[in-house]
């Protein structure tokens, strides 16, 4: 009843909207409304411009081979997330130059963008939160590690925004389940005068840039599995950690305490609680158990569940359920993590070839598999 009378509620206010608009075009407050009902099906493709540089051919359905994000554009993806690493002096990607380029070949094939600031010149997620080094000195004083955070934010974006590469959402930093910014071994509990100033500082620097440039840039804040989000929210809201627009959440079943059948629970409370869109930034399944090379996989038997095979339909059937489950809990997205780190000749920190080998949305062949089909039609739903 109360979506009913919102619709209701909704349709008057575009009705008097455009009795008053000489153009017959869409009113800003209808065109609000379709963003609010879309869903976002989104890829990560933060490996893929360095797998095409090591030779990978990406295929579509029908065999043909085709840029990548051509591939997920006609597949129907319509958001691309690409992480950000500070200063990463062990490779030549995820750096300014190598976004710049994954947010330039989005936009043209009309895909919006989240940008992943991870704050480190490394992974960031809940085991590690390395400060970068050229932050280091300042680790202790939280008032000059905040304007550092702000201005490396601000500066980054600023630089995009003359390129007319800004990105439709920002994320201030990356799966933060620890307090950001710290030194070797994570230290608990979370400082949250520390914590709150940094975050409060990245958010800040994504509010002025939108001021600036008159574009709506929504901030997205992200927890590692759905558990955790709840705990570590109900401490960042009372810490004054407030104005953002979206939680972001991993959600690989392996890791989580929530399977399939109980998901909705705490997707649910944190919508409900915190009054935040919330979308699955990171989840992936694999199609084979089998490995393309010498990187082990990570993804292994372990990650099955029940009714959901490693294969191509075992693959698609997750995805499918988990986009029914968000839905049905009042999310509007879903986004698979990596899934174009297809197996190469490169290597990575730890191995040759790739560790996702088995998790991506293509084949050994390079050819897309059936859980490509999880994008049909998304931008009519």
């Keep these: 009843m109360e979506s009913l009378l919102k619709i209701i509620f909704l349709s008057l206010i575009i009705s008097c909207f455009s009795c008053g608009n000489s153009n017959p075009g869409k009113s800003e407050v209808e065109e609000e409304l379709i963003e609010k009902v879309s869903f976002y099906y989104g890829a990560d493709l933060s490996y893929v411009n360095e797998m095409l540089d090591c030779g990978a051919a990406y295929k579509n359905s029908e065999g043909t081979i085709k840029n990548p994000y051509k591939i997920f554009s006609e597949a129907g993806a319509n958001l691309i997330r690409v992480r950000l690493w500070n200063n990463p002096t062990w490779t030549n990607y995820s750096n300014f130059e190598d976004v710049k380029v994954t947010i330039s070949k989005a936009k043209a094939e009309g895909m919006k963008v989240l940008l992943d600031f991870h704050y480190s010149d490394n992974w960031a997620d809940p085991e590690k939160q390395e400060i970068p080094a050229a932050w280091l000195s300042q680790i202790n004083n939280t008032t000059e590690l905040s304007n550092l955070l702000y201005n490396y934010t601000y500066t980054t974006l600023n630089n995009l925004a003359t390129l007319n590469l800004l990105p439709d959402f920002v994320q201030v930093g990356n799966e933060i389940n620890p307090m950001i910014l710290q030194h070797g071994e994570l230290k608990w509990p979370i400082d949250w005068t520390r914590n709150s100033t940094l975050i409060n500082s990245g958010i800040k620097a994504v509010r002025d840039i939108s001021k600036v440039n008159n574009k709506n840039i929504e901030v997205m804040l992200h927890i590692a599995q759905p558990e955790n989000a709840l705990w570590w929210f109900n401490e960042a809201t009372k810490n004054g950690v407030t104005d953002f627009d979206w939680i972001g959440l991993s959600y690989y079943p392996i890791w989580s305490e929530y399977k399939l059948e109980t998901l909705s629970i705490p997707l649910k409370t944190l919508i409900n609680t915190y009054n935040k869109r919330l979308i699955i930034v990171e989840t992936a399944y ?40 968000i839905i049905n809990a009042g999310g509007e997205g879903l986004i698979y993590w990596e899934p174009a780190w297809v197996s190469t000749n490169c290597s990575t920190q730890w191995a040759q070839g790739s560790h996702w080998d088995n998790a991506t949305l293509f084949d050994f062949d390079k050819k897309a598999t059936l859980g490509m089909q999880f994008y049909n039609g998304s931008l009519n739903n």
């Design 286 to 325: 694999p199609f084979t158990l089998e490995n393309a090379d010498e990187a082990s996989n990570i993804l292994n038997n372990d990650a099955l569940i029940s009714g959901y095979p490693a294969t191509q339909h075992g693959q698609l059937d997750y995805l499918l359920k988990l986009k029914e489950i």
